[in-house]
């Protein structure tokens, strides 16, 4: 989920650098930043879903 947050902030970052403009005081460069802040926050795992688990504790394969 991050990554996709990640993807949106570099697109706007991105679209805030070609037209030159700043939305309140934030730049282009300060959605870059977030950008990578959000990759690295997704690569390390963080925002992921954890491993899930049925109530019977079995996983894909079925008990004979």
Do not use: E, K, Y
Request: glycine share 20%; aromatic share 4%; charged share 10%.
């Amino acid at each position: 989920m991050l990554a996709i947050a990640a993807a949106v902030v570099f697109g706007l970052g991105l679209l805030l650098d070609l037209i030159n403009t700043r939305i309140g005081g934030i730049s282009g460069t300060t959605f870059l930043l977030l950008g990578l802040l959000l990759l690295a926050l997704h690569q390390a795992g963080i925002g992921s879903a954890g491993p899930r688990t049925t109530a019977g504790g079995g996983g894909w394969r079925r008990r004979r």
